[in-house]
Nanobody, 119 residues
């Protein structure tokens, strides 16, 4: 199995910043992409940002210009720097990893980390 260790969530005032981290370990021999999703109460889970192994990144329109995704490939770790946070960014954030173990493709999700932005 693949284990994802998430950290960095918490409570912050509107306009503040937080940095999320997610480190992948376990049975994974290659990573194709890592990203972050979020789910607010009563809403569906949505993509926040994704970074492929090829170096491209993709962001939700609602976070463009405020959030930045980055990876440390040597550490199998993905980060999400969140600036100018808004109350509507309040959600549980989930790390997602897509890769393979040998010839077997895999996808893993973190347990989720709560981000609360107060107004």
């Amino acid at each position: 199995q693949v284990q994802l260790a998430e950290s960095g969530g918490g409570l912050v005032q509107a306009g503040g910043s937080l940095r999320l981290s997610c480190a992948a370990s376990g049975r994974i021999s290659g990573i194709n992409g890592m990203g972050w999703y979020r789910q607010a109460p009563g809403k569906q889970r949505e993509l926040v940002a994704d970074a492929s192994s090829g170096g491209s990144s993709n962001y939700a329109d609602s976070v463009k210009g405020r959030f930045t995704i980055s990876k440390d490939n040597a550490k199998n770790t993905v980060y999400l720097q969140m600036n100018t946070l808004k109350p509507e960014d309040t959600a549980v954030y989930y790390c997602n990893v897509r890769g393979h173990y040998g010839a077997v493709p895999l996808q893993a999700w973190g347990q989720g980390i709560l981000v609360t932005v107060s107004s």
